[in-house]
């Protein structure tokens, strides 16, 4: 008898707990596993699993910014779907999903609850009060798993009795990354950065690196919910000549357009996109913050997309 996998993460969007999440529902052996995936909304990682044949469920109630009211509709909505669905496994991604996926798992009575860590929310720039709630909500997340993944050694330290398990990419062919290196003059050293528009990625710092050196040019490779932000921090600053923002683009079709690829992040857990520049051969400029570092220092097999899923296959 097949086992049954739901995977559950926040948004639908394209990001690195997407991506880890389609690598695992794609990768899954369909003889053995049945999967689902549910989340919130129809973006880009509901098309791509549509794509692969991978059945979705949409989340009405989810939404990442906390709100009791959405939140509570949130676990009665994934209780119902788990008790309809009768997953033998719920494997929970984001800080959100997790603990309101974890409790209706528990509910709905769910053999089998894994979360995975991308990054240890806490980590994020708030107040201390605000700081002080999600540790807490995060560790009454963690006792409602029966295991507990994290990507990095960083995290893997200050979260006791988790599992470590790298996230993983494959072989990839490179483009040429001419769409980027057209768009600046010729012969310029690029300067470039893929990520969600974000506070946590803090693009804002390649912007005021470059205001500080009129000889750097910057190419920022994403979008999100800060990109009206850069664009006005670009014209007030005089950098549209030498600062360009080119909206969301696959990593693979751009990072040859690079010189360097920087990563000035507040927060991370083990960033696929610096696995990728790495792979691309590019000069790195990163801030070494959660699972950086040890991309930086670590070998291509300590991040294979094979040993990812093999290992957390075991755990099913």
Same mark, same amino acid.
């Given at each position: 008898?097949? &086992?049954?996998?739901?995977?559950?993460?926040?948004?639908?969007?394209?990001?690195?707990?997407?991506?880890?999440?389609f690598?695992?529902?794609t990768?899954?052996?369909?003889?053995?596993?049945?999967?689902?995936v549910?989340?919130?909304?129809?973006?880009?990682?509901?098309?791509?699993?549509?794509?692969?044949?991978v059945?979705?469920?949409? *989340?009405?109630?989810?939404?990442? !910014?906390?709100?009791?009211?959405?939140?509570?509709?949130?676990? %009665?909505?994934? *209780?119902?779907?788990?008790?309809?669905?009768?997953?033998?496994?719920?494997?929970?991604?984001?800080?959100?999903?997790?603990?309101?996926?974890?409790?209706?798992? &528990?509910?709905?009575? *769910?053999?089998?609850?894994?979360?995975?860590?991308?990054?240890?929310?806490?980590?994020e720039?708030?107040?201390?009060?605000?700081?002080?709630?999600?540790?807490m909500?995060?560790q009454?997340?963690?006792?409602?798993?029966?295991?507990?993944?994290?990507? %990095?050694? !960083?995290?893997?330290?200050?979260?006791?009795?988790?599992?470590?398990?790298?996230?993983?990419?494959?072989y990839?062919?490179?483009?040429?990354?001419?769409?980027?290196r057209?768009?600046?003059?010729?012969?310029?050293?690029?300067?470039?950065?893929?990520?969600?528009?974000?506070?946590?990625?803090n693009?804002?710092?390649l912007?005021?690196?470059?205001?500080?050196?009129?000889?750097?040019?910057?190419?920022?490779?994403?979008?999100?919910?800060?990109?009206?932000?850069?664009?006005?921090?670009?014209?007030?600053?005089?950098?549209?000549?030498? =600062? &360009?923002?080119?909206g969301?683009?696959?990593?693979?079709?751009?990072?040859?357009?690079?010189?360097?690829?920087?990563l000035?992040?507040l927060?991370?857990?083990?960033?696929?996109?610096?696995?990728?520049?790495?792979?691309a051969?590019?000069?790195?400029?990163?801030?070494?913050?959660?699972?950086?570092?040890?991309?930086?220092?670590?070998?291509?097999?300590?991040?294979s997309?094979?040993?990812?899923?093999?290992?957390? =296959? &075991?755990?099913?």
């Amino acid at each position: 008898m097949k &086992k049954k996998v739901t995977y559950v993460i926040t948004k639908s969007n394209w990001g690195g707990a997407q991506r880890y999440v389609f690598d695992l529902a794609t990768a899954l052996s369909p003889e053995k596993f049945e999967v689902s995936v549910a989340c919130g909304g129809s973006g880009m990682l509901v098309q791509k699993l549509k794509k692969k044949g991978v059945r979705t469920i949409e *989340v009405k109630s989810f939404q990442r !910014d906390i709100s009791f009211g959405k939140d509570a509709r949130s676990v %009665s909505e994934l *209780v119902k779907i788990f008790k309809q669905e009768k997953p033998d496994v719920v494997h929970l991604n984001s800080s959100k999903a997790g603990g309101i996926g974890a409790l209706a798992a &528990k509910i709905a009575g *769910v053999p089998k609850i894994i979360f995975t860590v991308h990054g240890v929310p806490w980590d994020e720039d708030r107040n201390p009060i605000s700081k002080f709630l999600i540790y807490m909500a995060s560790q009454a997340t963690f006792a409602m798993c029966d295991e507990v993944i994290t990507v %990095s050694k !960083d995290n893997h330290a200050r979260v006791p009795g988790s599992k470590l398990i790298y996230n993983g990419v494959a072989y990839m062919t490179f483009g040429s990354g001419e769409v980027i290196r057209k768009a600046f003059p010729p012969g310029v050293p690029i300067t470039g950065t893929i990520g969600e528009l974000t506070h946590n990625k803090n693009q804002i710092a390649l912007l005021v690196a470059a205001r500080e050196n009129p000889a750097m040019y910057v190419a920022i490779v994403g979008e999100g919910e800060l990109r009206e932000m850069l664009e006005a921090k670009i014209r007030e600053w005089g950098l549209s000549a030498r =600062v &360009k923002l080119f909206g969301f683009m696959p990593a693979a079709e751009v990072l040859k357009g690079f010189d360097v690829f920087a990563l000035p992040s507040l927060k991370e857990g083990l960033p696929y996109v610096l696995l990728e520049a790495k792979l691309a051969g590019l000069p790195i400029e990163a801030t070494r913050v959660g699972g950086i570092g040890e991309i930086l220092d670590g070998t291509p097999a300590d991040f294979s997309l094979e040993k990812m899923v093999r290992e957390t =296959v &075991k755990l099913y």
